[in-house]
């Protein structure tokens, strides 16, 4: 399958294709960004419980998912809305360890609100990265109109909105769908499907057999993904990304990630998830998993210094959004209202 664009050729996709799985480059560059995900995740969870920064969300063990949709996309070019769990996926696109710092700190320079909204309500200009707000699904038909506006503009760009399965049972998930399949728009949804929302498990959110079925009913395909196998998520978002291009309409993705925290630093999942799950967790995380598969590839000694230069990284970020001002009064209303 082709998906190179004569009009968009001086854009380099992440991951050069055609390529094969074992690419050593595609495979250190989807390591890099897991493990960068991770370590700032960890890093930010700590400053939680230390009272320096106020709230965590993390996508940790959702970032194999992240960064196999990244590898599908022309950074800068397509639009992605991404949900509060999805650092893998913007630090695959270009935002930067700091960026995602200084949002977590409310500071000023924060890219993504300047500080004045919750930390991973991830936005930036550069990237493409559309400002979403807290209401889960209210980002689906979000990403569908801006699909229809591409369209409108003549523009080539492809639309990808990620959500968890419990954003699936709202409203609208299905007008966001409804529309994007009649119209045939370039759309690529992607459920990240952790199995919680919150406290309340998938067998009392939906009744069927998972949110990728209902892709039939919309006349859309529908895919059910391991999102522990960056390498297959990248293949089907692939697929998915060349059939939006071609015309031929949106794609339905179930990727089945892993939670591995609470919901949040104010939830306590102890008080909801079975022991035995929570003791299993560490055997589905992706991370040390895709990490030996790199240092067969690489060798031990290079993908160390890969861990150490993230380590380093986050290091830098911190120091660097600690320093940073903080809004002010004059910050209120910048880039709210159109002057
Ligand atoms: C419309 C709406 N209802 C409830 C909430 C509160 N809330 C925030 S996150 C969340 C859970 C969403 O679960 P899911 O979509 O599966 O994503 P996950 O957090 O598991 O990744 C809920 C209920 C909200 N933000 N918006």
């Known amino acids: 399958m082709s998906t190179t664009h004569s009009r968009t050729r001086r854009i380099r996709t992440p991951i050069e294709r055609p390529e094969g799985h074992a690419d050593p480059a595609a495979l250190r560059w989807m390591y890099r960004h897991m493990a960068l995900a991770r370590a700032l995740d960890e890093r930010i969870w700590q400053l939680s419980r230390q009272g320096l920064?106020?709230?965590?969300?993390?996508?940790?063990?959702?970032?194999?998912?992240?960064?196999?949709?990244?590898?599908?996309?022309?950074?800068?070019l397509d639009y992605v809305y991404a949900y509060y769990?999805?650092?893998?996926?913007?630090?695959?696109?270009?935002?930067?360890?700091?960026?995602?710092?200084?949002?977590?700190?409310g500071r000023r320079t924060d890219p993504f609100s300047a500080g004045r909204?919750?930390?991973?309500h991830f936005s930036h200009a550069r990237w493409r990265v559309v400002s979403g707000s807290s209401p889960v699904g209210t980002q689906i038909p979000q990403a569908a109109g801006t699909a229809l506006g591409c369209r409108m503009r003549g523009?080539?760009?492809?639309?990808?909105v990620t959500f968890g399965e419990?954003?699936?049972?709202?409203?609208?998930?299905h007008?966001?769908?409804?529309?994007?399949?009649?119209?045939?728009?370039?759309?690529?949804?992607?459920?990240?499907?952790?199995?919680?929302a919150i406290s309340v498990p998938q067998r009392l959110q939906l009744a069927g057999p998972g949110v990728a079925?209902?892709?039939?009913?919309?006349?859309?395909?529908?895919?059910?993904?391991?999102?522990?196998?960056?390498?297959?998520?990248?293949?089907?978002?692939?697929?998915?990304?060349?059939?939006?291009?071609?015309?031929?309409?949106?794609?339905?993705?179930?990727?089945?990630?892993?939670?591995?925290?609470?919901?949040t630093s104010t939830d306590d999942d102890r008080t909801y998830r079975p022991a035995a799950e929570r003791e299993a967790?560490?055997?589905?995380?992706?991370?040390?998993?895709?990490?030996?598969g790199l240092v067969g590839a690489l060798g031990e000694a290079e993908v160390d210094a890969l861990d150490d230069a993230i380590a380093a990284e986050v290091d830098a970020a911190m120091a660097a959004a600690e320093t940073a001002p903080e809004p002010g009064p004059e910050d209120l209303l910048r880039d709210v209202y159109a002057s």
């Open 53 to 76: 920064v106020p709230f965590a969300v993390t996508g940790r063990g959702q970032e194999a998912a992240q960064v196999g949709l990244a590898a599908a996309l022309r950074p800068g």
């Open 85 to 105: 769990r999805d650092v893998a996926l913007v630090l695959s696109l270009g935002v930067t360890a700091e960026e995602v710092m200084l949002a977590a700190f």
């Open 117 to 120: 909204q919750m930390p991973n």
């Open 155 to 160: 523009e080539e760009a492809v639309v990808l």
């Open 166 to 173: 419990g954003a699936a049972s709202e409203g609208d998930f």
């Open 175 to 196: 007008e966001g769908l409804n529309f994007a399949a009649i119209h045939r728009l370039p759309v690529v949804f992607a459920c990240e499907n952790n199995g919680w």
């Open 213 to 263: 079925a209902r892709a039939a009913a919309y006349g859309m395909p529908g895919h059910v993904l391991d999102g522990a196998d960056p390498l297959a998520v990248r293949d089907a978002a692939l697929e998915a990304v060349a059939r939006a291009r071609r015309g031929d309409g949106p794609t339905l993705l179930e990727l089945k990630v892993v939670r591995l925290d609470p919901h």
């Open 281 to 292: 967790l560490p055997a589905a995380d992706p991370l040390p998993r895709f990490r030996l």
